[in-house]
């Protein structure tokens, strides 16, 4: 069909309103209320759907006057555009006016069924060419967005999609017009894509993961490295085709975990220092034969497909890892590796947890209770505590959940399709019977999205609520049916009666009163000679029964006749009153007294006048009590009903005016067909309302924690029995304003990100834990700026707060930089830098030679003697403290990267260790004295006491330093920059080692009369 103008120009109006999706839909839902169709769209019904659906979407967005306004102008335009129009035989040509609503109205639902059957067969018969175009350009599109995603046919975001494609399909077979669904379509596609980029921004986050592994592990070579190196190749090469290698993703996370243990357990020879295996410091690996072994990067995952074997040669190689992993015997190995390989387990488990809540989201959502699963094992890793039992638990307990959710659900809705066949007598059940359809499509394969399931639910209970109204609508209108032919029995007989009673030589062609009233009387008797009931014409026949009587009472020259018929006028004017509660019993009782007065021989004037006045006091409190019941009415449908239900009551109240009682009981009846319609779209604007709150209540803005009360607030009051508009329009207000943070926050997070790269570049050079996380977390989220605003807000909330999070930890870095800048310009202050750090010059023959060490060095060859050391302590054959210290502190001599380290006690006197070639020890002693005051600051302004490490980095290899308490310093030159961190993290971990056992060397020392 061609849509005509007037609905081509509000299609132009409305999308400078609003988006043009929200547009289609709006224009849709309004066009089906007011029973139109673009090609068939009126003057009024344009104006109707702008007061009604367009009215209410404004409302979301901007306060009510203003949406009023626009509304206005909107009118006025039109308005003005139809009155220049030329005039179109097809859009102008008249249409039937709908049929009244009322007791002896047709059903509503009848009529939409009626309606939409004509719809369909119009746009069976005339279809326009270019609609069809777009139309079939559309799904083209969407069948080719659909095929790739076959790969996740696992997922339910993709059942339904594809439930949703054959829906369109089946349309367009019918020949019906697909628009709908087609937005449903492509909304869902959204949606998934919006799931995949989350996969994919997670799968880039653990392929950076994974490559930091292999650069810790590399040094085992082997198969197992080089399977590794394959799978993270597989994962690379998916990534860059934007797909998803979930299996890939969790086997290298579980051989690399492997591999790691066994560097940590048993890659270092007995004494040797265990290789830090934290992530970002650049460090290489010793292998087993003590050889560098400068990391390669892997081939193609052919390639090394190849050199591992087939697949399952591959697994095997999982297998064995796996195996040889499992004979670590943790008792045999040192404390800190033991604890490092817990805190593997720990970090793998975490994995495994988050892959968990990831996979099984859904089955939360419909079973809450495992939510507490997920907070035991989250509390064990925060304390470090392994859960893998209960982590083994939760995930045979969550796929038991699903399988019986699922089977539960399919039962549920094969149940609820049948159904439907009872509740299509009743009214239309398109709408119903596609939801089911979507989810047990998609229960076939997969858990369905809960919001889904409760829609379908939500309008399987709208459209039975309204198959019992209408059940309730027709059983109403046959009692009244009946009612009525009661009472056209008894009106028939009265008028039968007053014909009989008609004078001789009256036949109803004279003109004066009698005649006339003769006339109307027949004409009245003839209407109730119809099967058919109008309760006009049992009005009209009342109204005709008084007059007759009354021209009777006047005409008769009979004073006792007179009073008789005057009788009479009286009793059919009380058949005039309408049927009001509050007078029933004051009818009931003067009926029989009315009635009585014909038989009365001895009746007075004045008994006939009390009667009278009776009947006269009746009509007025009548008369009241329905101006009271139609300002009631009025009261109650507000503002927003419909104009045809507002003209109707305005009708009403001028007629009753003028004398003429309304029919209270069709008037009831339209307004509480329309309250019921005004409910039933509070409640699709619930159900979509609920429906956006739950995709935004991840977002964690500010706002969003209203959201669910706003929820709760909005369903009591669709269930309840007062008006649902205000506390609808609340919901749809809020999730306007959640819509308006997030967009804020999207805009400003590339500023914020660049912000923080910036800053992070200058604290970098501090190269210590914190330097690493957060650069692992700015490089992850630089390296998906371009992705942020395509995934859900979910994760788009967990991004912000990793960039928060990175953003606090800066700060903390920037105090702890300028702290160590204050202690190096001390030493800058006393000419003592270069006594620290100028024996690199010697010892690698410049910075031309930084790159490399002597071979003395390079090799391990033992430290010659240095003077002033402090001889080891005597003992009945056990060592000193002084042995023990030496014995402690060699492996920081051995460690790959040292060029030196010492211990030296308060005096400044090396208690262990070799210093770097050239260095000053005494200078720097002197300047590590005088710098301890600035220390000691840097320490209570970071509220953490003295700090463990300091980093002296003047652009080259930086020197590390620990303050052992007040029993001396521990000093580590190394060779190249990135080992600050590594190092670093070892002497925190020997700090109270070292302290106590420098301070019983310096005991014995003071024993021995040492220096």
């Known amino acids: 069909m061609t849509p005509n103008p007037l609905y081509q120009g509000l299609v132009r109006e409305l999308e400078a309103l609003m988006a043009p999706r929200i547009a289609s839909r709006v224009l849709r839902e309004g066009l089906a209320a007011v029973g139109a169709d673009p090609e068939t769209l009126t003057p009024e019904g344009a104006q109707t759907l702008l007061k009604g659906s367009v009215f209410r979407q404004l409302q979301t967005g901007r306060p009510p006057e203003q949406a009023r306004a626009s509304i206005g102008e909107i009118i006025e335009r039109l308005e003005a555009f139809v009155a220049e129009a030329p005039a179109d035989p097809v859009a102008g040509a008249s249409h039937p006016e709908p049929a009244p609503a009322g007791p002896s109205a047709p059903d509503a639902g009848a009529q939409r069924a009626a309606s939409d059957a004509s ?30 995603l076959n790969l996740y046919f696992g997922w339910a ?74 799978l993270v190749a597989t994962v690379r ?72 074997g087939a697949g399952t040669a591959g697994l095997e190689e999982l297998d064995e890892v796996a195996a040889e992993v499992a004979g670590i015997d943790p008792s045999t190995l040192a404390p800190e590796i033991s604890e490092r390989l817990r805190a593997l387990d720990v970090d793998g ?110 309008l399987h209970a709208e459209i039975a609520e309204r198959a019992a109204t209408a059940q309730r609508t027709a059983a109403d209108a046959e009692r009244r049916r009946i009612e009525l032919l009661g009472q056209r029995d008894a009106l028939r007989g009265r008028l039968d009666a007053a014909l009989a009673r008609t004078p001789e030589g009256v ?48 005409s008769s020259d009979d004073r006792f006749e007179r009073l008789r018929a005057r009788a009479r006028e009286l009793a059919a004017r009380l058949g005039q009153l309408p049927d009001l509660p509050s007078l029933q019993a004051r009818r009931d009782a003067l009926e029989p007294e009315l009635t009585a007065l014909e038989g009365m021989s001895d009746l007075t004037p004045a008994h006939v006048r009390t009667l009278g006045s009776i009947v006269d006091q009746l009509f007025d409190d009548a008369r009241a009590a329905c101006a009271r019941r139609l300002d009631e009415l009025g009261r109650s449908v507000g503002d927003a009903a419909p104009d045809a239900l507002l003209r109707t009551l305005q009708a009403a109240a001028r007629a009753l005016e003028n004398g003429a009682f309304p029919d209270l009981a069709a008037l009831e009846a339209e307004v509480q067909a329309a309250g019921d319609e005004r409910r039933m779209d509070a409640r699709r604007r619930y159900l979509r309302a609920r429906q956006e709150a739950r995709r935004l209540a991840p977002a964690g803005t500010p ?101 928060a999070e990175a953003e606090t930890r800066i700060e903390g870095l920037q105090e702890a930089y300028e702290a160590t800048r204050a202690i190096a310009d001390q030493l800058v202050a006393g000419n003592l830098l270069d006594d620290v750090l100028g024996g690199f010059d010697a010892l690698f023959g410049g910075p031309e030679g930084a790159d490399e060490a002597p071979a003395s060095v390079a090799e391990g060859t033992p430290p010659a003697p240095v003077e002033g050391a402090a001889p080891p302590a005597a003992g009945a054959g056990e060592p000193g403290a002084g042995e023990r210290l030496t014995a402690a502190w060699a492996p920081y001599l051995d460690l790959d990267g040292t060029a030196g380290a010492v211990v030296l006690d308060a005096d400044g006197a090396i208690r262990a260790g070799r210093p770097a070639p050239g260095s000053d020890v005494a200078a720097l002693a002197r300047s590590l004295e005088a710098a301890r005051a600035t220390w000691t600051r840097l320490g209570d302004h970071l509220g953490d006491g003295t700090p463990e490490v300091a980093v002296l980095d003047a652009g080259g290899p930086p020197t590390l330093v620990a303050p052992l308490e007040d029993v001396g310093h521990a000093i580590v030159w190394t060779t190249s920059p990135g080992m600050g961190a590594s190092i670093g993290r070892k002497l925190r971990d020997d700090h109270a080692v070292l302290v106590a056992l420098l301070r019983e060397a310096a005991g014995e020392a003071r024993e021995h009369g040492s220096p």
Do not use: C
């Open 507 to 554: 036949d109803g062609t004279a003109d004066d009163a009698l005649g006339r009233a003769r006339r109307a009387l027949s004409e009245a008797r003839a209407l109730l000679d119809d099967d058919a009931v109008d309760p006009s014409a049992l009005e009209q026949g009342r109204d005709a029964e008084a007059a007759w009587e009354r021209a009777l009472a006047e």
């Open 703 to 803: 706002r969003t924690a209203d959201l669910d009360a706003a929820v709760v607030d909005a369903r009591a009051a669709v269930d309840g029995d007062g008006d649902p508009e205000p506390a609808v329009a609340r919901l749809e207000a809020l999730i306007g304003d959640v819509e308006g943070e997030v967009a804020e926050r999207l805009e400003a997070f590339g500023a914020r990100l660049d912000d923080a790269l910036t800053r992070f570049r200058r604290v970098a050079l501090l190269n210590n834990d914190d330097v690493a996380a957060a650069r692992r977390v700015l490089t992850h989220l630089d390296g998906q700026r371009a992705a942020v605003g395509r995934v859900s807000l979910g994760l788009q909330a967990r991004l912000f707060t990793a960039l």
């Open 119 to 148: 719809t369909t067969a119009a746009a069976t018969a005339v279809r326009d060419p270019a609609v069809l175009a777009a139309e079939s350009d559309r799904i083209a599109a969407l069948r080719a967005a659909l095929r790739p």
């Open 237 to 308: 090469d998916a990534q860059a085709q934007r797909t998803i290698a979930e299996g890939e993703v969790e086997r290298a996370q579980k051989l690399a975990r492997d591999l790691r243990k066994l560097v940590e357990s048993s890659v270092l020879d007995e004494g040797e220092a265990p290789p830090d295996l934290g992530r970002g410091d650049g460090r290489r690996t010793l292998r087993r034969d003590g050889e560098r072994r400068p990391r390669e990067r892997p081939g193609p995952p052919a390639a090394d497909a190849a050199a591992d």
């Open 349 to 458: 488990e975490r994995r495994t947890l988050e892959t968990l809540a990831t996979r099984y989201a859904e089955v939360v959502r419909y079973a809450p209770i495992h939510e507490e699963a997920f907070a035991a094992v989250r509390t064990a890793h925060a304390d470090g505590r392994p859960a893998t039992s209960d982590l083994i638990a939760l995930e045979h307990a969550l796929k038991a959940e699903e399988a019986a959710r699922r089977d539960a659900l399919q039962r549920e809705f094969e149940a609820l399709r049948d159904d439907l066949d009872r509740l299509s007598e009743a009214t239309d059940v398109t709408d119903v019977r596609r939801a089911i359809h979507v989810v047990l499509d998609v229960v076939h394969e997969a858990l369905p999205a809960l919001d889904d399931v409760t829609a379908a639910r939500d």
């Open 157 to 230: 975001e993709v059942r339904k999609l594809r439930a949703q494609v054959q829906l369109v399909d089946d349309e367009l077979g019918a020949g019906r017009d697909p628009t709908g669904l087609l937005d449903d379509a492509e909304a869902q596609l959204e949606v998934v894509h919006r799931k995949l980029e989350d996969h994919l921004v997670l799968q880039a986050r653990d392929l950076a993961d994974l490559e930091e592994s292999m650069e810790v592990v590399a040094g085992l070579g082997g198969n197992r490295v080089r399977r590794l190196e394959s």
